[in-house]
């Protein structure tokens, strides 16, 4: 077995073995417990991402601090203004904040945005020969994966609500909003990734499966 593929084979089994006990937990009185280990989880499929990446670039380092950054600023915007997203308040899942906002939270904009985009990514390649891709290709590519980014925070919603992460008021509805956020921010995180050769230059297929790993897990939890 190649050394690759091995990193790969275990990679995935790591990823499932922890989502499937923290579904299996925290639908158990156990579930506190379950959910105190969210920063450790997120933490662990971040390193994993990384250790799957080809090749450590410059590149993906300034990416992955772009993506943290962008999406803590954004979040911290959120949740003292309400200008971003809505009215919500996060809960102590996420761990440390500042100014009521988890630092992790920008890792998770990161680990969602770029295994979307791999995903994404993955897709095209397999339907396309073509592998020189044009300006209106990957504006389209963008905003496709601008708009599955959407639809996995669609599924996340109920599931974070129900587990604490964070809450929306006055209401508790999720506004519509919100979306329209997510849509145009990981629009935003997702211009590099498409537009720099050397972050697409070949698929991480780790974060193709943690990407299916995660949507399964907070479809099940609702």
């Known amino acids: ?17 922890f989502h499937i006990s923290g579904l299996i937990g925290m639908l158990t009185e ?33 990416f992955f601090c772009f993506c943290a950054i962008v999406g803590f600023l954004s979040e911290l915007i959120g949740t003292n203004t309400g200008l971003l997203f809505g009215m919500y308040y996060y809960g102590n899942a996420f ?21 979307m985009g791999h995903t994404v990514l993955a897709i095209y390649r397999s339907l396309s020969k073509n592998s020189e891709r044009s300006v209106a290709v990957n504006f389209f590519l963008i905003n496709i994966t601008a708009a599955l980014t959407t639809f996995f925070d ?20 999720i506004p519509i ?28 297929y780790f974060t193709t499966f943690l990407i299916y790993i995660q949507t399964m897990f907070f479809f099940l939890l609702v």
């Open 154 to 173: 669609y599924i996340l919603e109920p599931a974070a609500i129900s587990l604490g992460y964070w809450e929306w008021y006055p209401t508790g509805e």
């Open 30 to 62: 156990a579930r506190s417990w379950f959910v105190s280990m969210t920063p450790l989880t997120l933490l662990l499929m971040a390193g994993l991402i990384i250790l799957n990446e080809k090749k450590i670039t410059k590149e993906f380092i300034l």
């Open 1 to 17: 077995m190649k050394t690759k593929n091995k990193t790969l084979y275990i990679s995935i089994f790591i990823a499932l073995l």
């Open 95 to 115: 761990g440390y904040k500042i100014l009521g906002t988890p630092l992790l939270i920008g890792i998770l904009w990161f680990v969602t945005v770029y295994s």
């Open 177 to 204: 909003f919100n979306y329209i956020c997510w849509y145009f921010i990981s629009g935003f995180l997702l211009v590099p990734f498409f537009m720099d050769r050397t972050l697409n230059n070949s698929v991480n």
